[in-house]
């Protein structure tokens, strides 16, 4: 009990931080009677019901926005462990003529703002004929500097046996890479598969330049372009915000046990 202050403070955190996801969900399930901007009184309902998920869904292509943002979302998050395993390896395990300049060039990226990039990049998109199309909103991130970082360091960190016991049982350079360097870093791949899904399903921005048929639309777009329809009716924002955010709680809930790294997962065995 001698941490108890700590303990307090987290757990004021935890709650301050939980709070407006609360609400937003307590407003989700208030029937159109009740206040939604009652204060802490009145935040939680009094007859918590479905009635404003089930007329989202119901009464505007909600469904076809979360399919969307599904195929986008997937589709990126395979491209990118794929690219960006692909490009971290060489740079974690082999030794070329200009690997750490290489390197440095590709974190250099990261001081880059992205709106300092999104007119070339919607050029780009329109001389290539990928407007109005999931392509146009995937490949921009097929790849991240972040993600190569991450997996560089990963690669590192696996130790030097298993690499020359590959070879000894005559894998090649690429064998090596997918057979055994991928397997032993697999916490550090669902790590960045967990920051590419959420940067792809609450990407708005790119979205919003590259898109103008509604039935691209994904789910940040949808719910913006709901915002306005609904002239500002909070109880249906929030539902439709509600099952925007839900299926990233769901997926972190599923795939964090595989997040903390293990002896197993490395290959080494005490």
């Known amino acids: 009990m001698k941490h108890w202050k700590t303990y307090l403070v987290l757990v004021l955190l935890a709650i301050a931080m939980l709070l407006p996801l609360l609400w937003l969900v307590a407003t989700a399930l208030k029937a159109p009677t009740e206040d939604v901007f009652g204060g802490l009184g009145q935040l939680l309902p009094r007859q918590p019901n479905l009635g404003n998920f089930i007329k989202v869904w119901q009464d505007y292509p909600f469904g076809r926005y979360l399919f969307n943002s599904v195929v986008v979302s997937s589709i990126t998050v395979a491209l990118n462990l794929f690219f960006c395993a692909l490009a971290a ?9 200009g690997r750490d300049m290489t390197l440095a060039a590709i974190v250099a990226t990261l001081m880059i703002p992205f709106q300092l990039i999104m007119i070339p990049l919607y050029i ?4 290539l004929g990928l407007r109005n199309s999931y392509v146009g909103i995937i490949f921009p991130s097929l790849a991240s500097a972040f993600g190569i970082f991450l997996l560089r360091q ?56 590259v898109l103008d048929q509604p039935e691209y639309y994904t789910l940040p777009l949808g719910v913006a372009q709901l915002s306005s329809a609904l002239d500002f009716d909070w109880r249906l924002i929030a539902a439709a915000s509600v099952i925007a955010i839900a299926p990233i709680i769901v997926l972190f809930l599923f795939v964090q046990r595989y997040i903390i790294p293990s002896e197993a997962s490395s290959g080494v065995k005490g």
């Open 89 to 97: 390896y060489p740079l974690a395990r082999l030794n070329f003529v």
């Open 124 to 127: 780009l998109a329109v001389n």
């Open 154 to 209: 990963a690669f590192q960190g696996v130790p030097k046996e298993l690499e020359e016991a590959g070879r000894i049982d005559g894998c090649r350079e690429l064998g090596i890479w997918w057979h055994i360097m991928i397997p032993a870093i697999r916490p550090a791949l669902v790590t960045l598969a967990i920051f590419v899904f959420i940067g792809a399903w609450s990407d708005f921005l790119w979205p919003l330049i």
